[in-house]
C-alpha cells in the first residue's frame, strides 16, 4: 500500500473504504536468523535496514508491550547534529542526513521540519567554547552559524535578553535541526520493516536468552522460546534489566527525565531554543503546544514520572528565559526513563557472548539518534563489524580510558 | 520524595543530592593484583536494578551527613535511612 496524493485523493471519493493496517501482526515462528529485543524506534529502524539496506532475511521484533510504547513516544521529538567530539558528530549528522531522507526513503509522513535550533550562550567563554563546536560542525558538514545579541533578538525578540543572572550574548544555531513527529517514525519504520518481510511481534516480552559456550542460541519470551543466530538488544531505559538476564552488568543508570506540553497556542516560537544555564528547553508542535523539558530528576528510576523540584525548576527556567509563557497552562506532562551513561554516550557493540548486541545508554538524546542508531546496529549484525560513524560507541571504551565524555562532566550519570 | 533523616527526622529530598548505588562504599582494595579491572567496575559499572536499591545521598543543604537511604526505583517510595557512617562501620572494611 503505497502513500500518495492521489490516494488520499481516491480513498476520499471511496469514503475511505480502502485503508488497510499498517503491518501484519504474525505469531513468532520457532527460529529466525536475527532477533531485534525491543520495538521502539530505534528497535524498528535496526530491522528496517537490516532487511532493506542489507538484504537479510528471517527478521523478527520482540516489542513487550505495542510498538513505540516507550521513549520513541515519550521525547520531545528533536533532531538535531550539534556536537563537538569526532566520536560524535559524524554519527549524528549521518543520522540528519537520514532524516532528511527519511519521508521518501520510507513513503510516509514523519512530519520532519527542519526549523532549527538555537543554543544560547550568555558569558564570553560560552561564546568561545560556541564557536569551537559551531567549527567542528562545520567540519562534519552539519552546518552552524553563530548569532550575536541583535541578530538573535531579531529573531526570537520575546526572549529575557537582561535576565540579571544569564544575560543572553548571542546563540549557536544550526538551521537543519528541527524536530519530527515521533510516533509517526516508530510507525514508518515498522511498516518499511514489515513490507520487507520483518516479523513484528508484539506483547511477547524477553524472559531469558538460552546461552550455550559463550554464544546465544535463542531467547525465553512469554510465548514460548525463539531461536535465533543473532540477538540484538535495543531497549534504552531499561538495559539493564535485560542485559541482567545475560549475567551482564553495564555502565548505565536508569533515570527519569521529565517533558511538558501546553494547550495549543498560535505560532509563536520559530524552532528549537536551549537554555542549558537554566535546564530548560523549548520547541513548538504544529498542534501549537509549547512542548519543553528540562534536566533530569538525577536519581535512580523506572517510574517513568517524576517528582514536583524538577517540575518547579524548568518553570522557573522557562519564567527565566521568556516571561510570557507565564501565561500558558501546562496541559500535560510525563516522564521516561532513560539510559544514563557513565560517560553520557551510547553504547552500539557486540557482547562478550557470541551473536549477542547491544545498543543502549542513549541517555536523554536517543530520538534524534533514531536512523544512525538503526543503520549502524544493522551494520553490526549484518557484517559483524562497526558502521564508520559508530566506532566510538565500543562497550570496551571504559576500560579502556577512551570515554565519549560531550560535556566533560565525569563519569556520574547524574552530571551529565 | 521524603527521606527519613536518622537525626533530623523527616527532610525533603530537595536538601539532598544523589551519587547512588552503596556498594561504592566497598571500595576495591588497591594493592590487590586485579585492582585495575576491580576499580573498573567499581567506577564504571551498576547493578541498576528495578526494585529496591541502597543508594547514596549527601545531606548538603543539611547536616552534611551521607546517608545509605533503600528506596524502591519502580516507586520511588523510600523504604528506610542510616547514616553511612554507621553502615561503614558495621562492614568489615572498617572493622579494624
Same mark, same amino acid.
Given at each position: 500500500?503505497?502513500f500518495?496524493?492521489?490516494?488520499?485523493?481516491?480513498?476520499?471519493?471511496?469514503?475511505?473504504?480502502g485503508?488497510r493496517?499498517?503491518?501484519?501482526n504474525?505469531?513468532p515462528? +520457532?527460529?529466525?536468523?536475527?532477533?531485534?529485543?525491543?520495538?521502539?524506534?530505534?528497535?524498528?529502524?535496526?530491522?528496517?535496514?537490516?532487511?532493506? =539496506?542489507?538484504?537479510?532475511?528471517?527478521i523478527?521484533?520482540?516489542?513487550k508491550?505495542?510498538?513505540?510504547?516507550g521513549?520513541?513516544g515519550?521525547? =520531545?521529538?528533536i533532531?538535531?547534529?550539534?556536537?563537538?567530539?569526532?566520536g560524535?558528530?559524524?554519527?549524528?549528522e549521518?543520522?540528519?542526513?537520514?532524516?532528511?531522507?527519511?519521508?521518501?526513503?520510507?513513503?510516509?509522513?514523519?512530519?520532519?521540519?527542519?526549523?532549527?535550533i538555537?543554543n544560547?550562550f550568555?558569558?564570553? *567563554?560560552?561564546?568561545?567554547?560556541?564557536?569551537?563546536?559551531?567549527?567542528?560542525?562545520? @567540519?562534519?558538514?552539519?552546518?552552524?552559524?553563530l548569532?550575536?545579541r541583535?541578530?538573535?533578538?531579531?529573531m526570537v525578540p520575546?526572549?529575557?535578553?537582561d535576565?540579571?543572572?544569564?544575560?543572553?550574548?548571542?546563540?549557536?544555531?544550526?538551521?537543519?535541526?528541527?524536530?519530527?513527529r515521533?510516533?509517526?517514525?516508530a510507525?514508518?519504520y515498522?511498516?518499511?520493516?514489515?513490507? #520487507?518481510?520483518?516479523?513484528?511481534i508484539?506483547?511477547?516480552?524477553?524472559?531469558? $536468552?538460552?546461552? /550455550?559456550?559463550?554464544k546465544?542460541?535463542?531467547?525465553e519470551?512469554?510465548?514460548?522460546?525463539i531461536?535465533?543466530?543473532?540477538v540484538?538488544v535495543a531497549?534504552?531505559?531499561?538495559?539493564s534489566?535485560v542485559?541482567a538476564?545475560?549475567?551482564?552488568?553495564?555502565?548505565?543508570?536508569?533515570?527519569?527525565l521529565?517533558?511538558?506540553?501546553t494547550?495549543? @497556542?498560535?505560532?509563536t516560537? +520559530?524552532?528549537?531554543?536551549?537554555?542549558? *544555564?537554566g535546564? $530548560?528547553?523549548?520547541?513548538q508542535? /504544529?498542534?501549537?503546544?509549547?512542548? $519543553?523539558?528540562?534536566?533530569i530528576?538525577?536519581?535512580?528510576?523506572?517510574?517513568?514520572?517524576g517528582?514536583?523540584?524538577?517540575?518547579?525548576?524548568?518553570?522557573?527556567?522557562?519564567?527565566?528565559l521568556?516571561?510570557?509563557?507565564g501565561?500558558?497552562?501546562? @496541559?500535560r506532562?510525563?516522564?521516561?526513563?532513560v539510559?544514563?551513561?557513565? /560517560?553520557g554516550?551510547?553504547?552500539?557493540?557486540?557482547? #562478550?557472548? /557470541?551473536?549477542?548486541?547491544?545498543?543502549?545508554?542513549w541517555?536523554?538524546?536517543?530520538?534524534? *539518534?533514531t +536512523?544512525a542508531?538503526g543503520y549502524?546496529f544493522?551494520?553490526?549484525?549484518?557484517?559483524?563489524?562497526?558502521h564508520?560513524t559508530?566506532?566510538a560507541?565500543?562497550?570496551?571504551?571504559? *576500560?579502556?580510558? #577512551?570515554?565519549?565524555?560531550?560535556?566533560g562532566?565525569?563519569?556520574?550519570?547524574?552530571?551529565? | 520524595?521524603?527521606?527519613? &533523616?536518622p537525626l533530623?527526622g523527616?527532610r525533603?529530598?530537595?536538601?539532598?543530592?544523589y551519587?547512588?548505588? !552503596?556498594?561504592?562504599?566497598?571500595?576495591?582494595?588497591?594493592?590487590?593484583?586485579? !585492582?585495575?579491572?576491580?576499580?573498573?567496575?567499581y567506577?564504571?559499572?551498576?547493578?541498576?536494578?528495578?526494585?529496591?536499591?541502597r543508594?547514596f545521598?549527601?545531606?548538603?543543604?543539611?547536616d552534611?551527613?551521607?546517608?545509605?537511604?533503600?528506596?524502591?526505583t519502580?516507586? &520511588?517510595?523510600?523504604?528506610? !535511612?542510616?547514616l553511612?557512617r554507621?553502615?561503614?562501620?558495621?562492614?568489615?572494611?572498617?572493622?579494624?
Open positions: 500500500m503505497k500518495s496524493g492521489f490516494r488520499v485523493f481516491a480513498e476520499a471519493l471511496k469514503g475511505h473504504t485503508w493496517p499498517l503491518w501484519r504474525p505469531d515462528k +520457532p527460529s529466525y536468523d536475527y532477533l531485534i529485543v525491543g520495538g521502539g524506534g530505534h528497535g524498528l529502524a535496526t530491522a528496517y535496514y537490516l532487511a532493506k =539496506t542489507f538484504g537479510r532475511s528471517r523478527a521484533v520482540l516489542e508491550g505495542w510498538l513505540g510504547s521513549n520513541v515519550r521525547n =520531545t521529538t533532531i538535531r547534529s550539534n556536537y563537538l567530539l569526532a560524535n558528530e559524524p554519527f549524528y549521518f543520522s540528519m542526513k537520514l532524516w532528511e531522507g527519511l519521508e521518501q526513503e520510507l513513503n510516509f509522513n514523519a512530519m520532519v521540519s527542519q526549523r532549527g538555537i544560547l550568555h558569558t564570553d *567563554a560560552q561564546r568561545d567554547a560556541f564557536r569551537r563546536r559551531g567549527n567542528a560542525m562545520m @567540519l562534519a558538514g552539519a552546518g552552524a552559524r548569532l550575536g541583535e541578530e538573535l533578538r531579531a520575546f526572549l529575557n535578553y535576565n540579571a543572572r544569564f544575560p543572553i550574548k548571542g546563540g549557536l544555531m544550526q538551521a537543519r535541526a528541527g524536530t519530527a515521533h510516533d509517526g517514525v510507525w514508518g515498522a511498516r518499511g520493516g514489515d513490507s #520487507h518481510g520483518v516479523d513484528l508484539q506483547n511477547c516480552e524477553v524472559t531469558g $536468552f538460552r546461552l /550455550d559456550r559463550g546465544v542460541r535463542g531467547v519470551t512469554s510465548r514460548g522460546y531461536a535465533a543466530d543473532k540484538g531497549v534504552a531505559g531499561s538495559s534489566r542485559m538476564m545475560a549475567g551482564m552488568r553495564l555502565p548505565i543508570e536508569s533515570h527519569v521529565q517533558a511538558f506540553v494547550e495549543g @497556542l498560535k505560532p516560537i +520559530p524552532g528549537v531554543i536551549t537554555f542549558g *544555564a535546564h $530548560f528547553y523549548i520547541s508542535s /504544529d498542534k501549537g503546544g509549547l512542548v $519543553f523539558g528540562g534536566d530528576d538525577g536519581y535512580n528510576s523506572y517510574a517513568q514520572r517528582n514536583l523540584p524538577v517540575v518547579e525548576d524548568v518553570a522557573e527556567g522557562g519564567m527565566a521568556m516571561p510570557m509563557i501565561r500558558a497552562r501546562l @496541559l506532562m510525563w516522564g521516561g526513563v539510559d544514563m551513561s557513565m /560517560d554516550s551510547p553504547i552500539i557493540d557486540r557482547t #562478550h557472548i /557470541d551473536g549477542l548486541y547491544l545498543n543502549g545508554g541517555c536523554y538524546g536517543g530520538f534524534k *539518534a +536512523p542508531s549502524a544493522a551494520h553490526l549484525l549484518a557484517t559483524g563489524a562497526p564508520e559508530a566506532r560507541y565500543r562497550i570496551d571504551r571504559f *576500560a579502556r580510558g #577512551h570515554v565519549v565524555d560531550e560535556r562532566a565525569g563519569a556520574q550519570p547524574n552530571l551529565h | 520524595m521524603l527521606i527519613p &533523616h533530623l523527616l525533603d529530598a530537595q536538601e539532598f543530592t551519587l547512588g548505588d !552503596a556498594r561504592l562504599i566497598d571500595r576495591p582494595d588497591p594493592s590487590a593484583p586485579d !585492582a585495575e579491572a576491580a576499580f573498573c567496575d567506577v564504571f559499572l551498576r547493578d541498576n536494578p528495578a526494585g529496591v536499591h543508594e545521598w549527601f545531606h548538603e543543604q543539611g552534611r551527613s551521607w546517608l545509605v537511604v533503600t528506596r524502591d519502580v516507586t &520511588h517510595e523510600v523504604l528506610g !535511612a542510616e553511612a554507621d553502615a561503614a562501620l558495621s562492614r568489615t572494611r572498617c572493622s579494624k
